[in-house]
């Protein structure tokens, strides 16, 4: 499952660069600009970054199921049949036959904590990863491309900011088109942007401490 996820987003990371790639080079000609190659390729990777993130967070949550002849069989008006759901008690199997519904939780903590108490047998090792470890690292990117790409983002309340803008947007938009909106989320989310500055900082540091870094990541400090 894990496999899955990250596969579908690598794979929009790619066309994203496909598309993105002619169109920066040819405004780049248009504006004769002299062009930083380093700042280029931070950028793109941000931008394919994005993309891919984007992807697998906002859409809207179209249920995909394999029939008996193999075929993609897609359920986009109700959820039927037995299914785990998040309540105030933590997770617990209903019937469900019934129109998406928009989901939240505003409690923090309380999702994190449910998937943490959750029976092995109703919540798999996979389920447990994605949500938990995986709304951590899929972040992660975010937190080292965004100032190597952007020379003023660099103080860790600007990327701490950006970071919070997006996710809070991420979780909007996903209230509105039929996904989980949830403040445990942004706190596993925001954690990951962090940790990916912090191992940035770490990481320049490091080198550093052997010779100067050459480009747009010597502002940070």
């Known amino acids: 499952m894990i496999q899955s996820y990250f596969g579908s987003m690598l794979f929009t990371c790619v066309a994203v660069l496909v598309l993105y790639l002619p169109l920066r080079l040819a405004f780049l ?13 931070w950028l793109a990777l941000l931008v394919c970054y994005l993309g891919g993130l984007l992807s697998q967070t906002v859409l809207p949550e179209l249920l995909f199921s394999r029939g008996g002849d193999g075929s993609l069989a897609l359920n986009v008006l109700f959820y039927s049949g037995n299914q785990l759901v998040l309540s105030k008690h933590g997770f617990e199997w209903v019937y469900a036959a019934q129109p998406l519904m928009r989901r939240w939780n505003l409690v923090p903590f309380h999702t994190i904590v449910s998937y943490l108490k959750a029976d092995g047998y109703a919540v798999s090792v996979s389920v447990r990863a994605i ?19 952007f020379p003023k983002m660099q103080k860790w309340s600007r990327v701490f900011l950006c970071g919070s803008a997006l996710i809070l947007l991420i979780e909007v938009t996903q209230f509105f088109v039929g996904r989980a909106a949830d403040i445990d989320d942004y706190i596993l989310n925001i954690l990951g942007v962090m940790l990916g500055y912090a191992l940035l900082r770490l990481c320049l540091y490091g080198v550093r401490s052997v010779r ?8 940070l400090s």
């Open 131 to 149: 949500n938990l470890l995986g709304n951590v690292l899929v972040l992660v990117p975010f937190g080292v491309l965004l100032p190597l790409a």
């Open 29 to 41: 000609r248009l504006r004769r600009a002299k062009i930083d190659w380093a700042h280029e390729l």
């Open 212 to 219: 100067p870094v050459p480009n747009a990541a010597d502002g």
